[in-house]
């Protein structure tokens, strides 16, 4: 495992949970947490592959511990949340980042008209009361030492209407009013909230779930020429948990290459002009 440059100063001695942290963006932001001093608690159903991952940031000399976690089962959220401060002394900062994936469970997370609703109330369980329900057991922690932050990872299907995934993309917009209330309920006492709405990153979920033909064309509807990488998300997470990142809460961030930011006919444009950036031919 290649390690990022530390680009912050104040992380050291901060103590975060990071969940969904065996993998993908959550192993991203676990790994840019701890490559800049923080001491991090990976957390994942998948215990074997969190402890990989810890092991591995620990052979670098940096401080991350690993639990197991069912983000759908409430007291296995409070031991995650007592094992970081048995583990670390204090606790600072939460990065929600678990949302069910699985092709058994996006493939029948259709439209509406086709509504399961067990599928729903299972992906809302995780996605989103798991995320309030770790925050709701955190907040107390995290002001008992001064404060620090929760950072939920919404996605872009929170903000935009999509074909299918109309589950999904609910559970990310859950995610963003989550976010929102916590900061306003909490501001006066020290937390900050803030969400962030990935675009497309490249983890191994997203490979096994989508075609290279359809990372072409999202890529071609974004503004950088090229798909997110997970650390592309640790570095907000971080710099929103560091000091640095101290005068902001109460909104969602969206990180995407630029994906939302332009005309829905962008890539039908750029690809009947051609260049913008070149001069006009006499
Ligand atoms: N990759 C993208 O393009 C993208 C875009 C927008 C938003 N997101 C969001 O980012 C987050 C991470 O996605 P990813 O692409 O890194 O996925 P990933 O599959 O690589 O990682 C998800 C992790 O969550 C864990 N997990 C699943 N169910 C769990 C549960 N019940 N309890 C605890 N852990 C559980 C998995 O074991 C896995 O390690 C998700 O919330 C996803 O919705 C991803």
New binding site residues.
């Given amino acids: 495992m290649e390690l990022p440059p530390p680009f912050l100063s104040s992380l050291r001695g901060k103590a975060v949970i990071v969940?969904?942290a065996?993998?993908?963006?959550?192993l991203g932001s676990a790994t840019v947490l701890a490559a800049n001093g923080a001491s991090v608690l990976l957390a994942?159903?998948?215990a074997d592959?969190a402890e990989a991952a810890a092991a591995g940031l620990r052979a670098h000399g940096l401080k991350a511990e690993a639990v197991g976690?069912?983000?759908?089962r409430e007291e296995q959220i409070v031991d995650m949340v007592k094992a970081a401060v048995a583990r670390f002394g204090r606790l600072d900062a939460l990065h929600n980042?678990?949302?069910?994936?699985a092709r058994e469970v996006v493939g029948r997370d259709l439209g509406i008209s086709e509504l399961d609703a067990d599928i729903f109330r299972q992906c809302l369980d995780?996605?989103l009361v798991g995320a309030a329900l770790a925050a709701k057991h955190a907040i107390p922690h995290i002001v008992a030492q001064g404060g620090g932050a929760i950072i939920n990872?919404a996605?872009?299907?929170g903000v935009r209407g999509e074909i299918v995934r109309a589950v999904y993309g609910s559970s990310?917009a859950g995610l963003i009013g989550l976010s929102r209330n916590i900061a306003a309920q909490y501001g006066k006492k020290g937390i900050r909230a803030v969400s962030i709405s990935?675009?497309?990153?490249m983890?191994?979920?997203?490979a096994k779930a989508i075609s290279p033909a359809q990372v072409d064309r999202l890529t071609r509807h974004a503004l950088v020429n090229r798909a997110?990488k997970?650390e592309d998300i640790g570095n907000l997470a971080a710099f929103l948990i560091a000091d640095e990142g101290s005068y902001i809460t109460g909104i969602d961030i969206v990180v995407d290459g630029g994906f939302l930011a332009h005309w829905p006919t962008f890539a039908e444009e750029l690809e009947a002009i051609g260049d913008v950036s070149q001069p006009v031919p006499e």
Avoid: E, H, R, Y
């Fill in positions: 969940t969904g065996a993998s993908g963006i959550g994942d159903l998948n592959g976690v069912d983000m759908g980042n678990v949302a069910l994936l995780v996605n990872t996605s872009i299907a990310k990935p675009g497309l990153i983890t191994p979920s997203i997110g997970p």
